[in-house]
């Protein structure tokens, strides 16, 4: 049972729009969440974080948004730039569990 | 400062041969995590260490043993390989729990 899924396996998006990767979990335990850039050839590296007190994070072009209700969560990134062409990872943990359950991750291309 | 390193960087291995795949760090960081990436299943936690001396089953624990004898490094061992276990194999390190996971460039076995 997959618990964090990222049902867009890829994604296209021209230079200078946003581009919006979209995560969503069904463990109502997961208090933690992460999103990793991963390109070829490479280790993943991180990116952005939220914890469940929050509903929003940014840092620089990047924004998470967590809904809880709803149990989702999103990478928003602006404006987008060829070099942010990876694949992206959101993964979940829950206090006390000491481990991360990550998603499938969704390929992101932009089109320059 | 390498950061996180992980020997060997490919292995092709037959069926019932064993390895270990070796991963160091100098960041001075207690949590160790191996994991194992697959096309369509993102990473998936096979064992992971809290501290020297601790080790702990993640997801996928079956076929593979894990030490972690000294506080910078941590072992991955498979006793008898199977077709099952070609997979890319990242590393990873943080502080705690709550802290950024950094991931080694990873191993890549093929199992025939």
């Known amino acids: 049972d997959q618990q964090v899924k990222q049902n867009s396996p890829s994604l296209s998006v021209q230079e200078g729009r946003i581009s919006i990767l979209n995560c969503d979990y069904t463990?109502?335990?997961?208090?933690?969440f992460l999103w990793y850039k991963k390109y070829p050839a490479e280790g993943p590296t991180f990116l952005i974080s939220i914890s469940s007190i929050k509903d929003k994070n940014e840092d620089g072009r990047f924004t998470v948004f967590l809904n809880k209700s709803a149990k989702h969560l999103s990478l928003h990134i602006v404006p987008s730039q060829p070099g942010d062409s990876a694949v992206y990872f959101c993964?979940?943990?829950?206090?006390?569990?000491?481990?991360?359950?990550f998603g499938t991750g969704t390929r992101l291309k932009v089109l320059a | 400062n390498a950061g996180v390193t992980q020997t060997p960087k490919f292995r092709v291995l037959k069926t019932g041969q064993s390895m270990t795949l070796l991963c160091a760090q100098d960041?001075?960081?207690?949590?160790m995590y191996w994991y194992r990436q697959d096309p369509g299943m993102g990473l998936r936690l096979i064992h992971y260490?809290?501290?020297?001396?601790?080790?702990a089953k993640g997801e996928v624990p079956d076929g593979y043993n894990v030490s972690r004898l000294k506080k910078q490094n941590f072992l991955l061992g498979l006793e008898s390989a199977a077709p099952s276990q070609t997979s890319v194999y990242f590393c990873?390190?943080?502080?705690?729990?709550?802290?950024?996971?950094?991931f080694g460039p990873g191993t890549r076995l093929l199992v025939l």
């Open positions: 993964a979940a943990s829950a206090r006390g569990t000491y481990k991360y359950i």
């Open positions: 463990n109502s335990m997961f208090d933690y």
């Open positions: 990873a390190t943080s502080q705690g729990h709550w802290e950024t996971q950094y």
């Open positions: 260490s809290v501290g020297e001396g601790t080790t």
């Open positions: 960041m001075n960081h207690e949590y």
